[in-house]
């Protein structure tokens, strides 16, 4: 998945309105960040879930959140290296 792609499904994913991308590497770490705090919030609701189709529900948005964190994992790894290479 390209950076561009990453950044509308995370932004859409997120109801983020207006994100405005200033670089790669930050827009990418600061998505991670919104993402990892989606993350604690959705264990710590499902945590107090009593109905079985709420929890269902959050597990599947579990599920994709952990998707999405790891993929801007890779593409930020990814940039990275190519970073590390063009040094070289």
Known sequence: MSFKKFIKSVITSLELGDYKVEGKKKAIKDLLKKLNKRKRNL?????????????????????????????????????YTKNKKKDK
């Open 43 to 79: 264990k710590k609701s499902l945590e107090k879930a009593s109905d079985k189709k709420q929890q269902k529900k959050l597990k599947e948005e579990l599920e994709i959140l952990s998707f999405e964190i790891k993929k801007g994992k890779e593409i930020l790894y990814k940039l």
